[in-house]
């Protein structure tokens, strides 16, 4: 089955930029989407089809998504964006969901 | 606009049928390329995908849990229901329904509040 992996950490200081990647088998061949979650809340969509922000998004956000691998990039990070990150993708008709990278803002 | 709300049972025995409802509004799943899925999120650990259907009845499972699952939908209700077969107490988990937009190859884009389910004896 098809599987997206992410790095279970990344920290990074405020004001400055967050990179997470997302990789899997030809994933630039695929959309990829990004969802934020902070303790006890649900999931927040925050790029779809690779780099598009929905309406609410701040634009520190943006996505990339090539070869591989799809990146996540908050620019500028605050305290706010300390939160756990997912990437999603589509393969073979099945929603699939990377494992998830905590997002520390030291 | 659009909401979702996750309801069941909040406890259940080992090897019981789990049957959650997801109630929406805001959308209709008759609209094309509007479908609801079902995620799951053990404690403390990444999100699941579980199964989907779309606006033409079409209906997509997990690889590993689709001989357990059985997804409908009540367009006249804008309710949407998961059926899990056999639990175990490794499906303890919050379970949430989020509506996916851009047919089978769109994304999540609303979710509900999600429902804490524990499977013990």
């Known amino acids: 089955s098809y599987e997206l992996t992410q790095p279970p950490s990344v920290s990074v200081s405020p004001g400055q930029t967050a990179s997470i990647p997302c990789s899997g088998d030809?994933?630039?061949?695929?959309?990829a989407s990004w969802y934020q979650q902070k303790p006890g809340q649900s999931p927040v969509l925050v790029i779809y089809?690779?780099?598009k922000r929905p309406s609410g998004i701040p634009e520190r956000f943006s996505g990339s998504n090539s070869g591989n691998t799809a990146t996540l990039t908050i620019s500028g990070t605050q305290a706010m964006d300390e939160a756990d990150y997912y990437c999603?993708?589509?393969?073979?008709?099945?929603?699939?969901f990377g494992g998830g990278t905590k997002l520390t803002v030291l | 606009q659009v909401t979702l709300r996750e309801s069941g049972p909040a406890l259940v025995k080992p090897t019981q049928t789990l049957t959650l409802t997801c109630t929406f509004s805001?959308?209709?799943?008759?609209?094309?390329?509007?479908?609801v899925s079902w995620i799951r999120q053990p404690p403390g650990k990444a999100l699941e995908w579980l199964a989907l259907?779309?606006?033409?009845?079409?209906?997509y499972y997990s690889t590993s849990l689709k001989t357990r699952l059985t997804i409908s939908k009540d367009t006249s209700k804008n309710q949407v229901v998961l059926t899990v077969t056999n639990v175990d107490p490794v499906d303890t988990a919050t379970y949430y329904c989020?509506?996916?937009?851009?047919?089978?190859?769109?994304?999540?884009?609303?979710w509900g509040q999600g429902t804490l389910v524990t499977v013990s004896s």
């Open positions: 805001g959308f209709s799943l008759t609209t094309r390329e509007m479908c």
């Open positions: 999603q993708a589509w393969d073979s008709s099945t929603v699939v």
């Open positions: 030809k994933l630039g061949d695929k959309y």
């Open positions: 259907i779309d606006w033409d009845d079409d209906k």
């Open positions: 989020a509506r996916i937009i851009g047919g089978s190859s769109g994304w999540p884009d609303y």
């Open positions: 089809q690779d780099n």
